[in-house]
Structure formats: structure tokens, C-alpha cells
């Protein structure tokens, strides 16, 4: 029954789109049910997690086909550990798109359409297959691509089709590269591909196949030069969409990234050197991009391509302990961008605007807010003890022991024009006066919300708040399983044996 809980993450989420299918025409009946399955969610992905930490790598082979010709669906603390924290962000987003999102968008299949961008990233992160793989980016694109477009502004269809037309392209060259592995293997099973790859002779060939996959990846993580996509397109949808991207479509990239090139494609030296200079070049444009900005969901947009780069610069090391960096690093990147845009959301009924000009005066007129609004915000910049700090010390250390000192650098440098930028947010809409906001007809604003209204944008916001303030002040649980996910990473026959049925013999 253990291995069959693998693919109950997609099965779930794949039942509840299709039943709200039947509900088309009926917003409030959609809500309750995009709710209640999203905390189904939560639950199949503890059970699912709580499986694979106390049983080991679980894997199941659909349609009773032995690997490696079947297609292998296969569980680790990895991919369990993002399926909880997906679900999680997903029940916040439920209850958050119940005010944010307006009934005549709902009626055009929104929620129906936010489970199945769920159901294709639970499948992402749970399959062996990179056919399988493409396939599951191909449901997220497509499905990203509706919720962009939901409502049908100008602005919407610009970004939509800039992300449309770059992600097509990223997938392109991705299937490329599964063809050219296809050439040389015969196989397209990773942990087939994990035990083939190191023994073909021409290694200079596999180490370029392996940066076909990198750009395939970077543009949906957003990295240098191929992230001007994303703060083209991430600021254009309501709040609630933004930050189901912000959160989790480019992590889906840095997921794949550290997939592909721990499992089947062991970075060589010179790879090595051309990862560093991406993520070191992706943390500084990132981070002056964010700097200039004037409105503040672009700012956060430009923050998530300058805090991808810490996660491709521990990858890029490629050791252990920088792994368990970039690990961390992604767990607290999905719960902290997703509440920066839930943020933004409020700020936009808050002052009519999402304009820093336009802001001012909030720790004044809403103190208790603030105090909410300040946890992500400071936790982003890596204030201890908050979340972001404590992977910057295993980066930190991964690149001074491995005598990197420019992507120390790079860290430090990052850590700090973060610093300067949560600092002129805070000025700008905290601290600052602003004078009396011109109030736009016909638009609704945060202090005329009824409280079950107020209660629809607060409430999902405090829930990963407290998931944040649980990692900050609880560091040592995320630790214990990032240190985990780094072992079962960096060696490859726990995923092998796995997926093949080969029991493992526990040395005493």
C-alpha cells in the first residue's frame, strides 16, 4: 500500500479539477471544494512524507511494467518534502483566491485550473522519467498559461505571451536534449541513465548534453540572460496567481536542475565554473533589477531571479553541504515569495496602487499588519534567527571550505543590495508619510472589507507566516531533512535500488 501512496499527490489534485468542472457556473460551491481539497492535499503529502523518512525511497512502476521499460514514479525526501510545502502553499492560496479572485474569473475555470497546475507539479516532482519530466512541464506551461490570461487584460496578454513563447522555447531544448540522451543511452529511466552515463567514453559529449538541459532548466528558473521573462509576466495576473509562481513555477526549474545533474549528469570541472559565473551574474543583475524598481510586485519579481542564483551557486559547488544549502535555501524561498506577493495583494487594497510613490504610512495606520507584513520581509534578508539565515551558513561554508571565494563573495554581496532593498521597501511603505490617498472609484479598498473578507487575505498569509516563524525558530528539523535529501542526492544507488527492487543491506 506504501508505494502506492506515491501517486496519490496527483491523483488528488487531478479529482477535485475535474470535479470542480461540474461546478462551473457555481464561484461559491468552487471555493469551498478548492479548499477542502487543498487540506485534503496536506495530508496525503505528510502520510506520503512520513512513509518515505521512515521506509525509505518509495517507487512504483505504472501499469505493472518492470523498470526500466515502464515509467517509474518514485518518492524521495526530495520530492516529498516539496510536495508538502506545494500543498501547503496551495491551501493558503484557496482560501486567499476566495476574496482576491472575483467571481467572473472563477466562472472562467480558475480554480479548476489552479489543481491542475498542482497535480503537474506534484508529477514533476515525483517521476523517474525525463519524457515523463517534459510531460509534466508541458501540463505546468499550459496550465500557467490560462491562469495568466484569466481575466484578459492587455497587460495580462503581453506577459502571458512573453512567458508562453520563452517557456515553449525552454521546453524545445529540453526535449532536444532528452533525444540527444535517448541517441547515446537507449534509455530514458534516471536511475538507468545514473548507472549508463559515467560509463560511456566520450564524456566530453555527455558534459554537453548536460548544459543542453541547463539552459532548458534556466529559463524556467529564470537565470541569466534568460529570466527577462519573468518580471515581464509575474506582476501582470491577481496576487493569488503571482504568487502560486512566485512561489513554486520556478522552483520547479532549481528541482530539476538538482535532479538531473546529481542523478544522471555529475557536474565535471568546466561545468562547475560555467554554473558559478551564471549564478553569480544571476544574483547581481537580480539584485540591481530589484533595486531600480518603483513598483513593488516587479521588486519582488526581480528578487526571485537574484535569490534563484543561491540556489544555482550551491549546486554549482557540488558538495554536500553546499546541496543542503541550496536545499534550505528552496524550502524557505517557496513559503517567503509566496507570502511577498499574498503582500502585495493586501498593499494593492491597503493604498489603491502597488506603486512605492503611492505608499507610506502603514506602520502607523495598520501596527498590527506591519508586524506581520515585517516577519517575510526580514526573513528574505537572512535576519537571524529567521528563515533565510540559516542556509546562508551552509552555503557560506560550502563556498570558503571548497576555496570559491568570488561565489563567497557573490553570497555576501546578494545578502547585502537585499538588505538595501528590503530597507527602501520598508521606508517607502512602512515608515514614510504619504499624503491623502486619492480613492479610485469603483474600487474596493482594504478598509471597507467586511472582516470575513479581511480574514480571506490575512488568515492564509499568517499560515505561512507561522510556517516560516516554525522554520526560524526550528531550524533544525528542515536541517535534519535537507542533510538527508544532500546524502540520498550525492549517492545514487539509494534512488537506483529504489526504482529496481534491489533491497539495501544496513551496515552495522
Not at 106 to 119: A, E, N, Q, R, T
Not at 367 to 374: C, E, M
Not at 452 to 460: D, G
Request: proline share 3%.
Amino acid at each position: 500500500m506504501s508505494e502506492h501512496l506515491t501517486i496519490y499527490p496527483i491523483i488528488i489534485h487531478l479529482l477535485i479539477a475535474i470535479l470542480l468542472l461540474f461546478f462551473w457556473m457555481k464561484p461559491k460551491i468552487q471555493r469551498y471544494i478548492s479548499i477542502f481539497g487543498s487540506a485534503l492535499g496536506i495530508v496525503i503529502a505528510v502520510l506520503l512524507f512520513q512513509c518515505v523518512w521512515d521506509d525509505g525511497i518509495q517507487s512504483i512502476q505504472l501499469g505493472n511494467w518492470e523498470a526500466p521499460f515502464g515509467i517509474s514514479m518514485v518518492a524521495d525526501t526530495l520530492a516529498v518534502s516539496l510536495i508538502v510545502l506545494t500543498n501547503i502553499v496551495a491551501f493558503a492560496l484557496s482560501i486567499y483566491s476566495t476574496k482576491n479572485m472575483v467571481s467572473s474569473r472563477v466562472k472562467f475555470g480558475y480554480y479548476s485550473i489552479f489543481h491542475f497546475l498542482i497535480m503537474g507539479l506534484s508529477g514533476a516532482f515525483l517521476t523517474g522519467d525525463l519524457f515523463n519530466l517534459y510531460v509534466w512541464f508541458e501540463v505546468i506551461i499550459i496550465s500557467s498559461f490560462v491562469l495568466l490570461t484569466i481575466g484578459g487584460r492587455k497587460i495580462q496578454i503581453e506577459g502571458a505571451v512573453k512567458y508562453f513563447t520563452l517557456n515553449m522555447i525552454s521546453s524545445i531544448i529540453f526535449l532536444t536534449g532528452i533525444a540527444m540522451v535517448y541517441g547515446v543511452t537507449g534509455s530514458l529511466n534516471m536511475a538507468e541513465l545514473s548507472r549508463i552515463i559515467p560509463e560511456i567514453e566520450n564524456q566530453g559529449l555527455i558534459q554537453t548534453i548536460s548544459l543542453v538541459f541547463f539552459i532548458g532548466f534556466g529559463v524556467k528558473s529564470g537565470v541569466f540572460p534568460l529570466y527577462f521573462w519573468l518580471p515581464a509576466s509575474y506582476h501582470t495576473p491577481p496576487t493569488a496567481v503571482s504568487a502560486l509562481f512566485a512561489g513554486l513555477l520556478t522552483k520547479v526549474g532549481i528541482y530539476a536542475m538538482l535532479r538531473v545533474f546529481t542523478l544522471i549528469f555529475p557536474l565535471g570541472e568546466v561545468n562547475q565554473i560555467i554554473l558559478m559565473v551564471i549564478a553569480g551574474l544571476t544574483m547581481f543583475f537580480g539584485g540591481i533589477g530589484a533595486l531600480v524598481q518603483k513598483d513593488i510586485l516587479r521588486l519582488f519579481s526581480y528578487l526571485i531571479i537574484c535569490h534563484i542564483g543561491f540556489m544555482v551557486g550551491g549546486l554549482s559547488l557540488f558538495t554536500e553541504v553546499a546541496i543542503v544549502g541550496a536545499v534550505m535555501y528552496m524550502f524557505h524561498d517557496i513559503i517567503v515569495k509566496a507570502t511577498l506577493f499574498m503582500l502585495g495583494g493586501v498593499m494593492l487594497r491597503i493604498f489603491g496602487s502597488t506603486k512605492m510613490r503611492d505608499m507610506g504610512g502603514l506602520m502607523d495606520n495598520y501596527p498590527k499588519l506591519s508586524v506581520l507584513f515585517a516577519i517575510p520581509l526580514f526573513a528574505l534578508v537572512g535576519i537571524p534567527p529567521l528563515s533565510g539565515f540559516w542556509p546562508k551558513i551552509s552555503l557560506f561554508s560550502a563556498s570558503y571550505s571548497a576555496g570559491e571565494m568570488a561565489m563567497l563573495v557573490m553570497f555576501i554581496f546578494t545578502s547585502l543590495i537585499t538588505l538595501i532593498i528590503i530597507a527602501k521597501v520598508w521606508n517607502k511603505t512602512f515608515s514614510e508619510k504619504v499624503d491623502i490617498i486619492e480613492r479610485k472609484p469603483d474600487f474596493k479598498y482594504f478598509e471597507d472589507f467586511s472582516w470575513s473578507e479581511k480574514a480571506a487575505y490575512i488568515v492564509p498569509i499568517a499560515l505561512l507566516v507561522g510556517v516560516t516563524l516554525y522554520y526560524s525558530f526550528f531550524a533544525e528539523h528542515f536541517q535534519l531533512v535537507a542533510e538527508r535529501i544532500g546524502e540520498e542526492l550525492m549517492n545514487t544507488e539509494h534512488y537506483y535500488n529504489a526504482v529496481f527492487g534491489i533491497k539495501e543491506v544496513t551496515k552495522l
